[in-house]
């Protein structure tokens, strides 16, 4: 995370709403009619629902995730993050977290366990998301926030 600039964290942005996937699985086609407002953005955030589950059992382990070729596509833009309201971009059972890995080669960022989305679905706003600097960390706690 030290290796990107302050301006990496924040940025033109979109929230979309895919509380309704079937299966768990956000597919391309859950997303693809937002494909101009995805072209106009540094960060895409996708509200699942998933965090109104916050303390539970399911919000641990039955949030939805990406397909892999949905987050090929969304690798093709020019995101610097991806944002959502789950524990995970990946299964919580998966070994080798090939969303992350996608997303990560591409260096875009990933933030996760957002909440309040709902209030921003459907709209542009300025995100920001901005971490602690540590040295050499693959990660680090946020304060998110959109400016609308």
């Known amino acids: 995370m030290d290796k990107f ?6 940025g033109d942005s979109f ?5 309704c996937v079937k299966n768990g699985l956000i597919q391309i086609q859950d997303i693809i009619s937002f494909e101009n407002d995805i072209e106009k953005s ?4 996708l ?6 589950f916050w303390g539970t ?10 397909s ?19 524990i995970s971009f990946d299964p919580i059972d998966s070994k080798i977290l090939p969303i992350h890995n996608i997303f990560l ?5 990933l933030i996760e366990n957002l909440c ?9 706003f300025i995100f920001s998301c901005f971490p602690l600097k540590l040295e050499n960390a693959d990660g680090s706690p946020t304060r998110a926030a959109a400016i609308i």
């Open 42 to 45: 540094d960060f895409l955030l």
């Open 105 to 109: 080669k591409k260096d875009i960022i």
């Open 15 to 19: 929230c979309i709403d895919v509380s």
């Open 47 to 52: 509200h699942t629902g998933i965090s109104d």
């Open 68 to 86: 892999e070729e949905t987050a090929k596509f969304l690798a093709d833009f020019s995101l610097k993050g991806a944002g959502m309201d789950a």
């Open 5 to 10: 600039g302050l301006d990496y964290f924040i």
């Open 57 to 66: 059992k399911k919000y641990f382990e039955s949030y939805p995730v990406l």
């Open 116 to 124: 309040n989305l709902k209030k921003i679905i459907n709209r542009q």
